[in-house]
């Protein structure tokens, strides 16, 4: 994840052949969304700007790395240079790419206004463009995948799509409902964010493999990785939304409170808190919130140690996820992809 | 296309094998979009009232039937039965549901209310869910897609979905333009309504055909055939909105005026008014258009023969859309084409 990653001297070697493989994953990316028409091509370079880390691409070409029992240090990942193939940086497009039309929509969804430290697409055109917009990238992230010449990557897409969406649709679904609980919030997250994460990593392993491995060992442990990891992003997305300077974060935040969305720290609190509490904390988070109502939402938080038991349980799902790697060979790849679900919970942004 | 066509006897039996091939379609649709989640499942429910002339699902199978030697007529469709095998089927609920996903979120653009003479998901339930459905109904379609056992169906479907929605954003851009041309308009039209259309019936000869037949003659010509009638279609679709009342026409109409969209009458009567004319018609249909203002702009189109022009233009794409059929064997599946084709202009709803 770039920019959020403390590299270690030894994967170093790692890190820069992850940064050669997104540069043309990048450019895997725009060539796909190229139209012939000037106005098209105009607003995709507008979303050139919410890419930021770059999580699922890197996981995918990590995953493809991490498989290999041949690769066993950083020197032997550069003798074979092709690491990161065509299939793999495709892999990675598609998943950004899926990524992308879900951010443009979301924002949609969540009448957001900022994105990546700039304005969204729905603030700036409409929500009309941006709906339309998201769907340009879905289709051309399916029509890229269908050039791998087997069908297999387009049905792990398209049922993590699906998975996805129907976890968007429960969450809508549960919103404004007070008494949402952990294995619901669970559920949701299971397929909002860890479907196309886990995703991401099964298709960086079989670009290595091949598809017809789709049960082999190491793919399924790379993709319980990815969902573990899934949940636990999401998660700490969850505290910075609650915790973070718009600033810092770089997006719209405390979105979750005024869209009426229970997050870990609230459900935890209401689980905890005493009936008068309890109802003191969902008079506060009825929206709008004020400044003042979201920092009594805090002190309330960490008085039932909400915040405490989030952060906890973020911890044991990247452990939960580093411990899935243990079935890949020992190396660099397998190493970074420990590092990376350490990251996930101690970003800012 | 259910409900519209008027069937000469010596096509009753083709009719009656794509009745039960709809049926099936239909079941298809459904089973893909089942759920584990019951909020999913009553969403889903809901939008099987949208289901109108299955349209796509139709051509798909009668193109399949119709690019064969071995039918030529109704009696020697049903003794093969299996004019449209699963793959026939899978392919027509593809495309009606990549379908389905477009009018949901034309809803959402259009801020409509009614469809298919029930409330729109948006009017009913909100525009996020509308948002999400969409993308749910387009991610089970891909997912569908990738049942194929070759990418070639999804590269086919994900290129017109990505043409379809690069139409769409041409669309938007060209809004309250009052200068948009003849050649824009048609080239939307030829991205927005046209490309799916063609791929549909190009999928269904290729079911028939084998999916590495994709130059064959065959596969073009109904592929020509799809495009010109898609146009013809919506060139049809522009009409009723202008000329329609919404308890025939089963959706919304006078949607293009409200939201400053210039359709094939509006364009003609604007490059052949004189100066007065077009200017009085400019604030006529400067939105909210009342029922006042809308009969004086189909008077003022009339004395341009700008609706007349419209109907002659349809009727013309019609023809090419019959002339391409040329190249398939003679028999009832081309017949049916054919008279599929003059149903469209037919078409009050």
Known sequence: MRGVLDIPAHLSGVQELLGDALVRVERAFDEQLESDLPPVNDLCRHIERYRGKMLRPSLAVLCGAAVRDDLSDALSARAFGAVATEAHVRAGAVCEMVHMATLVHDDVLDEAEIRRRGATVNALRGNELAVILGDYLISSAYELCSQFGTPVPARIVGRASTVMCAGELLQLHTRENASLDESTYFEILERKTAALIGASCELGAMCTLGFDQEDDDRVAAVGRYGRFLGIAF????????????????????????????????????LANAEPEARGRMLRLIRPPVSDESARLVRSALDATGSMTATRERAAALVESAKKALGVLPEGPGRDMLSLMADAVVARSH
Not at 241 to 258: A, F, I, Q
């Open 234 to 269: 999401q998660i700490q997305d969850d505290l910075l939304d609650l915790t973070g300077e718009e600033s810092v974060v770089g997006k719209s935040v405390r979105k979750d409170l005024e869209k009426g969305k229970l997050t870990f720290p609230l459900i935890h609190h």
